[in-house]
């Protein structure tokens, strides 16, 4: 069971003494400052005498008693004890969390791309909000419910920010708060009543042969440079469809030594994974190699094919 005493200590050069509260916890003791201070006349032989200043600290440790008797302080040491006191009011910020959450995702985890997700998502709270600090307490389920109808008229927002702000409160949670002491320090949970509603499926279209035969086949587009911008267009577009959406970006740093044994192996621009394209697919119509992924070799026809 932690004691608690009122002290003054060293004088300042102001020639006024701090109040602090002592407290003493399994035998060992600390300190926690108040905002108070005592000149000379309030203080008798070390002891603060001044009734006003007594009152005050006296219902500071009656707080201090009331906040340590909701948890259980048996196996605590008094930095623990001390740190509980000073940070369980605390009013903690969202806006300052999601922005160290975006920034760890971006740096040290590697996931630069989706972590820009996450900044969309809080910067769209903070709009909704008219301010860049929000506090936790500030984020209840009707805050929440009345953002997320601002989404309504999207057709991925609505899904990925809710989720992504979720994701979010739920770490701040996980850091924050410590069950088996009973230390809470977030309180509300806003997303346990709320139904995040899905993000539109885009229609499906698939491309019918007759399309991709005028696709592979048409004329170009007569040019007066020596190189040939559409022929060259065509051919990265050609090159990008066989090879199932490959990036621009992937195709520009490829190289040579990227063609291993009939494999196309590369390293992604934006994912930093390997990938693999394998040459294996005959034309219908000449019954030359292409470029196919296995999934699409009985679709395509040649493009030189005429």
């Known amino acids: 069971m932690a004691t608690f005493k009122i002290c003054v200590r060293k004088q300042r050069k102001d020639l006024l ?16 400052k108040t905002n108070k201070v005592a000149d000379k006349s309030s203080i008798r032989q070390d002891e603060l005498k001044n009734p006003t200043l ?4 006296t219902e500071l440790i009656k707080d201090y008693n009331n906040k340590l008797n909701e948890v259980d302080i048996a196996t605590w040491d008094i930095n623990e004890v001390i740190r509980y006191l000073q940070n369980i009011d605390e009013d903690i910020s969202f806006s300052k969390y999601a922005r160290k959450y975006e920034r760890d995702m971006a740096v040290y985890r590697g996931m630069k791309r989706n972590s820009r ?20 307490f500030q984020l209840t389920t009707k805050f929440i419910q009345d953002w997320m109808k601002t989404l309504e008229k999207t057709s991925r927002a609505k899904e ?22 009973n230390i809470i320090r977030i309180k509300l ?27 592979f086949t048409g004329t170009l587009p007569e040019t007066k440079l020596k190189a040939s911008l559409p022929e060259l267009s ?10 199932a959406g490959m990036n621009t970006a992937d195709i520009f740093e490829l190289r040579k030594s990227n063609l291993k044994n009939g494999v196309l192996c590369y390293q992604r621009q934006i994912f930093s994974f390997k990938r693999r394209c394998y040459f294996n697919s005959l034309c219908r119509c000449c019954g030359r190699w292409l470029i196919l992924p296995r999934r699409f070799r009985q679709t395509f026809l040649h493009n030189r094919c005429r």
């Open 160 to 181: 990925m920010y809710p989720i992504c702000i979720r994701m979010m409160y739920n770490a701040a949670m996980e850091e924050y708060n410590d069950y088996d002491k």
């Open 234 to 243: 065509r051919d990265v577009a050609e090159m990008v469809f066989c090879l």
């Open 54 to 57: 007594l009152a005050y600290c």
């Open 117 to 136: 997700n996450y900044k969309w998502a809080y910067q769209s709270l903070e709009k909704f909000a008219g301010s860049n600090d929000i506090k936790f």
């Open 17 to 32: 003494y701090p109040i602090y509260i002592r407290i003493t916890h399994n035998r060992k003791a600390g300190y926690i």
């Open 189 to 215: 949970q806003p997303f346990r009543k709320i139904a995040i509603p899905k993000a539109d499926v885009p229609e499906k279209r698939a491309v019918s042969l007759d399309l991709l035969k005028i696709f």
